[in-house]
């Protein structure tokens, strides 16, 4: 029988993406900002049901992961903007098949597959 840790000795990296994007809100998240650089508030737009204070965590920790970069526009205000990186970016292509996959398996009418 395999355990739990021998599936993360064999695969950590695996172990640690999914950990990334399965992170609550963080798929979420990466998809929104496929669509080029966006401003804290547009996050709030984009995903709904997000917590402003959940959106700051989550953005940190993805500027952490270097998913995001993080710009600070000297204007005034300051205006603050997240764009994804080439990893970043990387990643959401990554994700495609997942979505294409729950689309088809989870989503609507996804039980006309079954069976």
Known sequence: MTTKDDFEARCPSFQAAIELVGRRWNGA???AARDGARRY??????????SE???????????AAQV??????PTTPVQITYTL????????????????????WLGRGSEEHDG
């Open 41 to 50: 508030s547009e996050f709030l737009a984009a995903v709904p049901g997000i």
């Open 68 to 73: 995001l970069v993080r710009e600070v526009q």
């Open 85 to 104: 990186t080439e990893r970043g970016k990387e990643l959401a292509l990554a994700v495609q098949p997942l979505i294409a996959w729950g689309e088809r």
């Open 29 to 31: 998240i990466l998809m």
């Open 53 to 63: 204070r959940v959106l700051a965590q989550r953005l940190r920790e993805l500027d």
